[in-house]
């Protein structure tokens, strides 16, 4: 096959930054530095644990991903980011409770070496927070042009070839498309105006897009989801992604719903519940952030399962997604799914799914995957949209016009084809007559 792809070799050191310095953020960092020091392995992670197989069965050749393609190296990477509250990621990944006293000590050099830059933020689009570790501007484009400031200096600072941006922030309230996202200019003209449409994480992704940053968005907000800041990704030449990591719940959803769906049973119901007391579960028990996290999290049945294709199967099936904040449970949260599924003639079935998971130490592995693919990507001259990304996302950004691609391994395979097609390796098409000629 023709190879497609130019790939510039990754040079030099890769910076990613967080807005959001919480649980996830601080497990991804201190995660890293274990990895670096030896510690442990990144479990968890496709770029570093996972396997390509290319060309036939027969071939026998199944490299590493982290060996097949030109990937930075762990280290190579640069941690920084910005938060509300000045605890260095030390102090904050104590705070969040996430992974042990013990486990932090080992890397507590390095982590507690960073600390956190003051953030864009406005309690309007997060109800439940108040930090002091904020910048003062006068409107937003002036708070924009700060977080560009940022970026560079860290670039500066740090000696940087390269950067990547990954929101690991708070769950905002809901916002709906405004027009004022539709062209760069009005979306401009809205930032100077102080327009509410526009929210902080709207304004680290102006910031990172107009610096020829990458950005991935790991929270359900609409920040990326824009036609201003997709256009202005295709004319900077930025490769963007999200939104929303696919941890616990949504996670189990799009591996166990395929499989329903390929055997023909119908559904009747699925209730899913969870309890969590982390910071991330208090801000979602505010329901204006809330109902950002439900959109997300409802339409991946709706697509997997495609109700207008299969009507007696999926037809009307009721759906609820509840999160209840309870602070006892801290990071492990608990989720419950009862199903309700029926087959041949009709006969109901129920399956029940009691998930007691680690939410940030699901998203971590996830945090370093996109960082490393986003800046492969933008080394490939890949811009706009990533959908090959979709893998990591619970509501995968696709182009206008196009349903997104839920189903896991459906996923997968996109991802990894798209990294053969990159390579000018033959796709995988899982045919297989050619064995039988
Ligand atoms: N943990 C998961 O499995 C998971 C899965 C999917 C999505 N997410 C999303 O990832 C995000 C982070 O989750 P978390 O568990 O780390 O939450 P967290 O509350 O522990 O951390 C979020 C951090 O973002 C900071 N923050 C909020 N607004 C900010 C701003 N404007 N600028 C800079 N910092 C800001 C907060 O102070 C907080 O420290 C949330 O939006 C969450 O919904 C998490």
């Given at each position: 096959m023709e190879k497609e792809f130019k790939i510039a070799k990754p040079q030099g050191k890769l910076g990613i930054l967080l807005p959001g310095l919480g649980a996830v953020g601080t497990t991804v960092i201190s995660g890293v530095e274990?990895?670096?020091?030896?510690?442990?392995?990144?479990?968890?992670?496709?770029?570093?644990?996972?396997?390509?197989?290319?060309?036939?069965?027969?071939?026998?050749?199944?490299?590493?991903?982290?060996?097949?393609?030109?990937l930075a190296q762990l280290d190579d990477i640069i941690f920084g980011g910005w938060d509300i509250f000045s605890d260095n990621v030390y102090e904050a990944a104590v705070n969040?409770?996430?992974?042990?006293?013990?486990?932090?000590?080992?890397?507590?050099?390095?982590?507690?070496?960073?600390?956190p830059m003051k953030a864009v933020f406005d309690r309007n689009y997060v109800k439940k927070l108040d930090g002091s570790n904020v910048k003062k501007y006068t409107n937003k484009f002036d708070a924009a042009k700060m977080l560009m400031d940022d970026i560079a200096k860290f670039k500066a600072d740090n000696n940087l070839d390269r950067l990547v941006v990954v929101w690991c922030g708070s769950t905002e309230i809901f916002l709906k498309p405004d027009p004022v996202h539709d062209t760069i200019e009005s979306f401009e003209k809205a930032m100077k105006e102080n327009?509410?449409?526009?929210?902080?994480?709207?304004?680290?992704?102006?910031?990172?897009?107009?610096?020829?940053?990458?950005?991935?968005?790991?929270?359900?907000?609409?920040?990326?989801?824009?036609?201003?800041?997709q256009q202005l990704a295709i004319q900077n030449n930025v490769p963007i992604s999200g939104k929303d990591f696919k941890t616990g719940q949504t996670l189990m959803k799009t591996i166990l719903a395929p499989?329903?769906?390929?055997?023909?049973?119908?559904?009747?119901?699925?209730?899913?519940?969870?309890?969590?007391?982390?910071?991330?579960?208090?801000?979602?028990?505010?329901?204006?952030?809330?109902?950002?996290?439900?959109?997300?999290?409802?339409?991946?049945?709706?697509?997997?399962?495609?109700?207008?294709?299969?009507?007696?199967?999926?037809?009307?099936?009721?759906?609820?997604?509840?999160?209840?904040?309870?602070?006892?449970?801290?990071?492990?949260?608990?989720?419950?799914?009862n199903i309700d599924i029926f087959g041949w003639l009709g006969y109901p079935m129920q399956i029940k799914i009691n998930f007691l998971c680690r939410d940030s130490i699901l998203a971590a592995p996830i945090v370093l995957d996109l960082a490393l693919f986003s800046d492969l990507a933008q080394r490939s001259g890949m811009k706009g949209i990533q959908e090959w990304l979709s893998f990591y996302y619970k509501s995968p950004m696709v182009a206008k016009g196009l349903y997104p691609e839920h189903d896991l391994f459906i996923q997968l395979m996109k991802l990894k084809n798209t990294l053969r097609h990159m390579k000018g390796e033959d796709l995988i098409t899982h045919l297989g007559l050619e064995y039988y000629d």
């Open positions: 274990a990895v670096r020091k030896k510690l442990s392995l990144p479990i968890g992670s496709l770029t570093q644990m996972g396997t390509i197989r290319l060309g036939k069965r027969t071939d026998k050749r199944t490299p590493k991903i982290k060996d097949f393609i030109e969040a409770g996430v992974l042990t006293k013990d486990h932090l000590e080992q890397v507590r050099p390095e982590i507690e070496k960073i600390k327009h509410p449409a526009i929210a902080p994480s709207m304004l680290y992704a102006y910031a990172a897009v107009k610096s020829g940053v990458a950005f991935a968005n790991g929270a359900p907000n609409l920040t990326v989801d824009i036609p201003a800041i499989g329903i769906k390929s055997r023909m049973l119908g559904l009747n119901g699925w209730f899913s519940t969870n309890i969590l007391g982390n910071r991330d579960g208090e801000v979602l028990d505010d329901p204006e952030s809330f109902k950002t996290k439900e959109e997300s999290k409802l339409s991946v049945l709706e697509h997997i399962l495609q109700p207008d294709l299969y009507p007696e199967l999926y037809d009307k099936f009721y759906h609820k997604v509840r999160i209840n904040y309870y602070p006892p449970h801290g990071d492990n949260k608990e989720g419950w799914d």
